[in-house]
Each structure stands twice: as C-alpha cells, then as structure tokens.
C-alpha cells in the first residue's frame, strides 16, 4: 500500500507519470482540498481534460453508473479523470467490489480520484489498500496544535514569507486549529507584507482580532452543524463592536443559496449543476451537503425568511405584534436552528 503524505504530493505527481487511482481523505477539509486540486492539475499538464463526477451519498448510490463509467470510453480526450466523492468514506459492500474490481484491472484511459471527508484507521479496507496497490493513499489527518506552527511556517515559506517563532505562534493562537483561516490570514499576508521578516508585533498588526469571527466561518459553523462554535463567534463578534447589519448580508446570501439548493434537491434535479450556478466552491460543497440532510425545503426557506426578521429587528422595524428582540439574540436562534434541527423551538 502506498501512503504519501499530503506534503509530498506535489513533488511525487512532478516526478512520475499519474497513476490509475489516487484515494484522498481526511477531516482536514483544505488539505484534501488542495490535494484533489493538485492530481487534478496534474492531469491537465499531462493533456488529461476529459472528467466525470459522481457523488456518492445517501441510501441508495449508484454504483452501476459508475461501474459503467470505468468501461466507457472517454468522448473527447484517450484518457480521463473520474471522480468519486465519497464524503462518508464508507462504499459498504457493493462499493467496495466496484473500486476492488477497478484496482483488479485499472482502464488505460482512466485515472481514479476517490475523495473522502470521513476517514480513521477503522475506514481502510480491502477496497481502499487495492487502490493504494496501485496508486497513491492520501490521508489528511488532523492537525494537531503542536504541529500548527510548523504547517504555518511551511504555508509562509511557500506564499515567499518569513515569520519569526513568536509572529508564527501568534497567528496559530489566533487561528485556534482552522487550516482554512489560517490559509486564508497567509495569503493576505502576502498581500501586505514588505518582504521583511514579519515579527509580533508586524503580525499583530497585519492580522485582525476579527480573523477568529469573521461573518464566513460564523456561517460555516452553521452549516456543519456545529452549534456551540456559532454562539462562540457571534459573542465574540458583538464583543468586537460588530453590527448586526454587517453580518447579515452574509447570512442572508448563504440560507438563500441553501434554500435554492433545497429547492432543486426536492424535486430530484441535478444538484452539481446548483452548485455551480450559485457559485459554491468545492470546498463548501460537502458542508451544504451535510445541512441540507438536515432540513427540508420548508425550513430552508423559513431560514431565509427569519434572518429578514431579524434585519427589521436590528433596523428597529419589527413586524406589527412582535416583540423587539435583540437582534444578536434573534441572529443566533436562526443559525443554531440551521446547526442543529433540536434547536428550531427556539424559533417558535
């Protein structure tokens, strides 16, 4: 079986022709993010530019389809990406004989990129050592707060940076483990750095307190279902001396695409196709995912329509009969309800 650290890929995909399968998995989101994007780059440098998606989630995937895809011969190019997107990291049985079956006798003109957001020592099996046989396992596991500040440095290093110990260590605190802040906080970084190395006190400066709150992880807690880290931000917001109003035009675009989203689900239409037409970037596709198994379209829309209820409120307009609830309070009831379906009461 061969595993190849996430760090090592791009170096690995440089120096060899691709290989007939590729497994990418692991909780850190960014990391498999980068990951797939790099094999999929690859194909394109070595003339690869036909590619297939299939999302394999819910009770009932479909394997044939797949299966048949392997078979199939590309339309417009000798060889071809297909992708499977496998959030759970779980194909069961029938999935496993099908990746296992590929593995047994890999198609010329396909190049496999299997990508999972779940994934533990207790995922491998059969089917995922079969495809390591024959190509690359790469695993993203969890960053570990000891390990940060090296991930850190080594993402400086690659954007042409320079960071002290201290200016490092300071930005991991600030960031508290979320690769994707972190990256995002690296890149302005190269934005406004002076070619000098940074210091604490560049990095304090360059880098806002707001980076741990800000209105784009506040709703991606949300959509991950996780509560506790909304109500967290959203004190940590209003203690910052952020309004209401600045937060909502956010909020308020994310519940429509999801209500948008909902919309196409329910009448079994084609939901890769929504993505792209709201312009939702891979790496928030597997988070809408998950929260719209939580919620049905009804309350999707009934999302969107509170967080207009609290735009009056946080304006001062409420509707006639209704109580002036604060708005941040209002704001959390809605988000908490998007995390978590247990806390819809809160809504009435």
Not at 49 to 55: N, S, T
Not at 127 to 146: F, M
Not at 186 to 213: E, F, H, P, W
């Amino acid at each position: 079986m061969s595993e190849l650290r996430p760090d090592r890929l791009a170096a690995q995909l440089a120096a060899e022709p691709l290989r007939p399968a590729y497994l990418v998995a692991g909780p850190e989101a960014l990391v498999v993010l980068e990951a797939a994007d790099a094999i999929r780059a690859a194909a394109r440098e070595q003339g690869i530019g036909d590619r297939e998606v299939f999302d394999i989630e819910g009770r009932d995937p479909d394997w044939d389809s797949l299966s048949a895809a392997f078979n199939a011969p590309g339309l417009f190019a000798t060889r071809r990406v297909v992708e499977v997107r496998m959030p759970t990291g779980k194909p069961g049985k029938e999935g496993a004989e099908v990746f296992t079956e590929f593995a047994a006798n890999p198609p010329p003109d396909v190049v496999l990129l299997v990508t999972c957001a779940d994934w533990s020592r207790q995922h491998g099996g059969k089917w995922s050592e079969a495809l390591g046989r024959i190509g690359h396992q790469v695993i993203a596991w969890p960053i570990k707060p000891h390990e940060l500040p090296d991930w850190i440095e080594r993402r400086l290093r690659a954007r042409g940076l320079r960071a002290d110990r201290d200016a490092v260590q300071a930005l991991a605190e600030r960031v508290e483990g979320n690769l994707l802040a972190a990256a995002q906080e690296i890149d302005k970084l190269a934005l406004l750095a002076d070619g000098n190395t940074i210091d604490l006190a560049r990095m304090q400066a360059l880098v806002s307190d707001s980076a741990r709150y800000d209105v784009f992880r506040l709703v991606d807690a949300a959509m991950n279902g996780e509560g506790a880290q909304v109500s967290r931000m959203l004190h940590g917001l209003r203690s910052e001396g952020e309004a209401v109003p600045a937060l909502l035009g956010m909020v308020c675009m994310e519940l429509q695409r999801a209500a948008a989203l909902s919309r196409v689900q329910a009448r079994g239409g084609n939901l890769n196709a929504e993505f792209k037409a709201q312009r939702i970037w891979d790496s928030k596709q597997a988070a809408y995912t998950r929260a719209l198994q939580r919620h049905d379209a009804a309350r999707w829309e009934r999302f969107a329509a509170e967080a207009g209820r609290v735009d009056r409120i946080a304006k001062g307009r409420p509707r006639w009969g209704q109580d002036p609830m604060d708005a941040w309070i209002a704001l959390e009831r809605v988000l908490l309800a998007v995390a978590n379906p247990k806390a819809m009461r809160l809504l009435g």
